[in-house]
């Protein structure tokens, strides 16, 4: 009863977005008072409260493992924890599929109950957009990946009991990413109804700024999150592989980032109206495509791709009608929206215009390096585009970036000259080059790691720089986003490029009580013991490791041997120092009866993910300050408006 | 039924778990004694495609194949070959997928002349808003 409630609420759904789009379209030509289009906004807000309860009734089902529902069956048992249960419902196609769609309406809804500065017209238009895009996704959940399908024969027990995807970072990580994700696509219905009424104005931008705020807070938080799994998990302590799937959430974060200085710019300068609303467009763009590539199987292999060609068909089309549609009408209307207002090279709006320009260009490349392998696997060339590749071919445009990142922030808006922060530049460039001859000199460094450790150190001075002469606690919130964002910038590469330039890595086949050394630290191997776990057996090292002479620690590395499904997994160990990490793997036993041991010492490892929480906590702030003074200036607006009316009744 | 099923399971898993039983070759997770010889070996490796995983160098890698490279990339180097050489080698055996190095070839140019081209369009970015005031 409760998945069949779920269905029926999703078709209801369904129907509500055609109407909502009906109304939206109408109001275009009929005005925004036509009856009919006085219902977009209501429509909008129904359609999330029935998503809603078809999420929730996913959730119930999976939450009472109704093993009647042939998602439940094949992806559930009833001896898993209850958040596993929970998480259950979107680890999986279908549910992650309607968890994309609960998303994308109740953003609709948020913005359809809350968004009142922009005109009506635009507004019908934007939440039209949204449920244009909402229909397709619809489509393609009743059409072709119903969550709710029963089966004739309710199953004796579930199947799904993988003790891998039992773990609480990997069923929190998809819905953060997907968040995002989603998130992306009201930036885009707003760029599309700023095109269809050729309303490209400031307050369309600070309508939008929050969403993509938002978006980008959660695609940052994922991508860290992400990469972080990667890093211990994998036990080889790599934490980005420019893996498809990675660069699947790297894309979208790329043309977010981008979109968000550049809304900036027209919110506060009505500048770059042109390229807000085209980064708009390509920000959901790519986020479409990490899905198209991450579900319709076309990664594992183009071949595989063609076997099971329903699901990835449909996407495909759905991406095809959106982004090639989104694109023709930009192009039809691009020319008749004016750039706005002009300024200089010397201006905040000119190191902002450069740093769009190299995002975007990261952000192609990245794009062709991972489209390109697929492109030629469809004529048999198969060719690997790797981190020789990716590495320095985007470091082509982001050294140039981080450099005018460095200096932007200091320029006025509109018209400034370089002589007035000649002083901060002349300091950030002695400091620059210091860094390169030190470690370039002392520590024989590869280039790319010399450059990452110099820009780092530059920026993270440089991001502060903003805040001089300022009151520290009259600085607007938004202000103390953006140092902390491009702070935590400068720490993620710092971290990355001293992983790169001072790692070291000991491979040693250890007997008990051998005794090795990595970077600073001692290893002693005193045992290895079996353990076993509930679906698990494993042996375990018993390891004594001290870092330079210090108190010895214990650490247990184990090679786990999972049976159901058979599968081996090193669960590495991390010991974090203010300075460092140590790795420490155990692998399998030589004929000897040697233990083979996997040791790193990574200096400043550490930093490449709390740099991504400080830019997710800059998102974080810069979006609470953004949302605070926009009620403070609706409520003053009230207020205005309400003192008006008082003075001419007493008139 | 579930004994049964887990029965099976464990079956079903025996070839697999024979065939982790081998002990891997003695490289695969040995390093070179000459500390130049294993950073010159570990440099190639990190451009050497895991045939067998997603996305992963053999550098990085547990499956077995990765194991057999590395245990013959540690060995040739060892014997003094040039790290260009052991590409070639191995690109001859197993194709030019297994290497990560980008190289200029008619499959693949388009990799190398699409960058230039983003470079030209942002100059001419550049060039087309600043040219005014600049």
């Not at chain 1, 409260?49 to 009734?57: E, I, N």
Request: aromatic content about 10%; proline content about 5%; glycine content about 8%.
């Amino acid at each position: 009863m409760i998945a069949e409630i779920g269905l029926a609420a999703l078709w209801l759904a369904a129907a509500l977005a055609a109407l909502q789009l009906v109304g939206g379209l109408v109001a275009q030509r009929a005005g925004a008072d036509a009856e009919i289009a006085r219902l977009t906004r209501p429509a909008a807000i129904l359609q999330g409260g029935l998503v809603a309860v078809s999420f929730a009734s996913l959730l119930w089902v999976f939450a009472i493992t109704d093993l009647s529902v042939k998602l439940v069956a094949a992806n559930s048992h009833t001896a898993k924890p209850m958040i596993f249960k929970l998480s259950g419902a979107w680890g999986n196609h279908e549910g992650s599929m309607l968890l994309w769609v609960t998303v994308m309406a109740l953003a609709g809804a948020l913005i359809a109950a809350v968004e009142r500065r922009l005109p009506e017209k635009t507004m019908q238009a934007t939440l039209a957009a949204q449920s244009f895009v909402a229909l397709g996704f619809y489509g393609f959940l009743l059409l072709a990946s119903n969550p709710f399908e029963r089966l004739a024969q309710p199953a004796a027990e579930g199947l799904g009991l993988n003790p891998l995807l039992q773990d609480i970072g990997l069923a929190f990580h998809p819905p953060t990413l997907y968040i995002g994700y989603v998130g992306l696509s009201v930036a885009f219905s707003f760029a599309l109804g700023a095109l269809l009424t050729k309303q490209v104005t400031p307050d369309f931008a600070r309508a939008m700024r929050p969403w993509i705020l938002g978006a980008w807070v959660f695609l940052t938080l994922g991508i860290t999150a992400g990469s972080y799994w990667a890093y211990y998990e994998l036990g080889w302590g790599g934490y980005w592989f420019w893996d498809p799937v990675e660069n699947a959430s790297l894309m979208p974060w790329l043309a977010a980032t981008a979109l968000l200085h550049s809304a900036s710019v027209l919110a506060s300068r009505d500048a770059l109206r042109v390229w807000t609303i085209m980064l708009g467009v390509v920000a959901f763009s790519m986020s479409m495509l990490g899905t198209f590539l991450v579900r319709s199987g076309v990664l594992t292999s183009v071949h595989a791709f063609a076997v099971d060609p329903e699901r990835g068909s449909f996407i495909l089309f759905l991406l095809a009608i959106y982004i090639g549609g989104a694109l023709l009408l930009f192009a039809l209307r691009a020319g008749s929206i004016s750039e706005g207002e002009r300024f200089s090279v010397a201006s905040r709006e000119g190191a902002l215009v450069v740093n769009n320009v190299m995002l975007s260009a990261i952000l192609a490349v990245v794009l062709l390096g991972t489209l390109y392998p697929l492109l030629t696997e469809a004529f048999d060339v198969r060719v690997s585009v790797g981190p020789p590749y990716f590495n320095p071919v985007s470091a082509i445009f982001v050294f140039p970036m981080l450099a005018i990142m460095a200096v932007g922030p200091l320029l006025r808006w509109r018209r400034d000259s370089w002589g007035r922060i000649s002083k901060e530049v002349a300091l950030l460039v002695a400091l620059l080059l210091a860094a390169l001859v030190l470690f370039g000199l002392l520590a024989e460094v590869a280039i790319l790691p010399l450059l990452g450790l110099a820009f780092a150190i530059t920026l993270g001075v440089a991001s502060f720089l903003p805040l001089r002469g300022r009151s520290l606690r009259r600085a607007p919130l938004s202000l103390w986003g953006m140092v902390l964002a491009h702070f935590g910038l400068a720490v993620a590469l710092l971290g990355m490029a001293s992983e790169s330039a001072f790692s070291t890595e000991k491979l040693a086949a250890l007997g008990e009580g051998d005794v090795t050394s990595v970077g600073p630290w001692e290893v002693t191997l005193e045992a290895v013991e079996p353990v076993a776990g509930p679906n698990w057996t494993a042996l375990s090292g018993r390891m004594q490791v001290s870092y330079s002479g210090g108190e010895p620690v214990e650490i247990n590395p184990q090679s786990r041997n999972f049976w159901a499904p058979a599968q081996q997994t090193a669960e590495s160990v991390l010991l974090t120092r203010w300075n460092g990490q140590l790795y420490a793997v155990i692998g399998t036993q030589a004929p000897d009866g040697r233990w083979q041991v996997r040791l790193w010492w990574k200096p400043l490892v550490t930093l490449i993910w709390y740099g991504g929480m400080l830019i997710a906590l800059g998102g974080i702030l810069a979006l609470i300050g953004r949302v605070r003074s926009d009620l403070r200036r609706r409520s003053a607006k009230r207020k205005g408006a309400a003192r008006r009316l008082e003075m001419e009744t007493v008139k | 039924m579930r004994l049964l099923a887990g029965l099976l399971m464990a079956l079903a898993a025996l070839p697999l778990a024979a065939q982790q039983t081998l002990p891997p070759a003695p490289y695969a997770y040995r390093q070179l004694e000459d500390p130049a010889q294993e950073a010159q070996a570990q440099e190639l490796m990190e451009t050497l495609r895991c045939l067998t995983c997603q996305s992963q160098s053999i550098a990085d890698s547990d499956a077995p194949m990765a194991g057999d490279m590395r245990h013959q990339v540690r060995i040739r180097i060892a014997a003094g070959e040039e790290p260009e050489e052991i590409r070639s080698w191995l690109m001859e055996r197993y194709g030019d997928y297994v290497s990560y190095e980008p190289v200029m070839s008619a499959s693949t140019w388009p990799l190398f002349a699409i960058p230039l081209l983003l470079v030209l369009i942002a100059a001419a970015i550049f060039w087309r808003r600043f040219r005014k005031r600049a």
